[in-house]
């Protein structure tokens, strides 16, 4: 059975699960020492028929609070989609699996532990936080493989239980917790500190070992129930400036970022490797007058990664898909770099549908470095047991902050930015992390477009926009030249979605993006 993660809401917050099925039988707290998507893979395939519904615990501590205030985060957000049949807790979790049964009111709810005594002396985390170096996430790799293969004492790998995770399994369980590693951190020692404090289970607690030992004690206690509808989708969260959805389309499922409740839509199309993320300043400020879709490409971030190789007329096309599914009939576009080819080709295969474009960054590469660029800039990501893709990662992003192309380590191809700060590094990373394999699909599908020939067949009005400090400042110019329709230039003080751009500089850029969505065009509105 399939497994397929969905937001849920509260009406204040969001929740992140992984499910299968569509009911809701076994509610999962799969603790801190594996994610909540392999943990859902893992129950589903030794439980087919059952309804299991496993909770992100990062998603859960994502606005703090303590721990019974966690479980009514947990409760509250169960309660959209229905009540459970039966609670199971992993490690850190247990007491907190009991504490979720109380606010649920159902103190009768059979619950289950396992490794309930995992990583007890696992000491201290503070390794994990962002280093300059990257070394953090090679340190949350390692602790997280020692959870799952070592005895609880840490001298020898275990030699019963459940299998090993896999290297996927921990590729997924470190983006998890790696998104974030200070609410990794504060989610473990709250845990930890709740466990010391000798909170006792209240009643039936049972000790398993092993996934088919659970499967087989719920299928004593737990009959499952079959021919349930679909829970209805969960409210927006009222308090948020940013939401989250999945979105489901024909050619996969997309992960949006989601901004703004009135006015215009506008679709932000985002630059490769990585995901969507560092469009989120634009998607704030654009939000005040608009509602804003901000998806990561399939293949990119946490959407969908199906296995093709796109070109740009594949992308847009899929980007016409989810707004069919988003019930868009009429939008602007906003694209960077890749997302600027993308909403070229948006705009070339359904016009009628598009209002105004901003094409931010636009590159129109010359044969040569394309050709260069397609051989040499796009190595494999592949996750490594060791871990050693992490330092891979982290060293090819930290190389395009000071290069062009990135590979081409020398003076002449410096660039004027410079590394960000350890923190965005970080964050730049993960995305890069989150595409994995398929990182280099859209990537790919950019480079090989030339955007001189979608260009002269785009009559909407554009704003031509590039920064200071963008490697395709120069084509500019030769872009507007190509352009018959109602095109502005502006060369902004800053790429808004670049870090450590100066607040001024990347404020002013933004007011002039808006200012040019909002001017009233002749002829129909957006909307």
Known sequence: MSVRPQFLSDGNNQLRVWR????????????????????????????????????????????????????????????????????????????????????????ELPLFAMHSKRMEDAGSLERLLPAADGT?????????????????????????????????????????????????????????????????????????????????????????????????????????????????????????????????????????????????????????????????????????????????????????????????????????HTGAKVALAVASLVAARVGKIILDGLSLMEPALRSDVLQHYLPPLIPSPWGTHLHQAWNMRRDMFLFWPWYRQSPESSRAMGVPSTQDLHDWTVGLLQSGRTYDQSYRAAFMCDARALLPNIQHPVLLAVGPHDMFANDLDQARKLMPGPVEVFRAGATAWYPGQPESAVVSTLEAFTRFLAAEPEGEPCG
């Open 136 to 336: 953090h996430l090679l340190s949350l790799w390692h602790h997280l493989r020692a959870a799952s293969m070592m005895e609880e004492k840490g001298i020898r790998a275990r030699q019963s239980g459940e299998p090993y995770a896999t290297t996927e399994e921990l590729h997924d369980s470190l983006l998890e917790f790696g998104e974030q590693p200070f609410r990794y951190l504060e989610a473990w020692e709250k845990l930890r500190a709740w466990r010391a404090e000798g909170r006792v289970i209240r009643r039936g607690q049972e000790e398993v070992e092993t996934y088919e030992a659970l499967a087989a004690r719920i299928a004593s206690v737990v009959p499952p129930r079959t021919g349930l509808p679909p829970a209805p989708p969960s409210p927006k969260p009222a308090l948020s400036s940013q939401w989250r959805e999945y979105i489901e389309t024909p050619s996969g499922h997309f992960h949006v970022r989601r901004y703004g409740r009135h006015g215009p839509p506008v679709i932000l199309l985002q630059s490769a490797p990585g995901s969507a993320a560092p469009l989120n300043a634009i998607g704030e400020y654009f939000g005040r007058q608009f509602q804003v879709w901000c998806p990561d490409f399939l293949g990119n971030g946490e959407s969908s990664k199906p296995d093709r190789t796109p070109d740009i007329a594949q992308l847009a096309a899929e980007i016409v898909e989810l707004a069919d599914a988003a019930g868009l009939t009429r939008f602007h576009l906003f694209g960077t």
């Open 20 to 107: 299968s099925g569509s009911d809701v039988e076994l509610l999962v707290l799969p603790g801190l020492c594996q994610g909540s998507a392999p943990r859902a893979r893992q129950l589903s395939a030794a439980m087919p028929s059952l309804g299991v519904v496993a909770v992100d615990m990062m998603s859960a501590f994502s606005v703090g609070g303590d721990v019974p205030a966690v479980a009514a985060r947990i409760a509250g957000a169960m309660r959209q989609i229905g009540s459970p049949r039966a609670v199971v807790g992993f490690d850190l979790t247990v007491p907190l699996a009991d504490a979720v049964r109380a606010a649920l009111g159902d103190e």
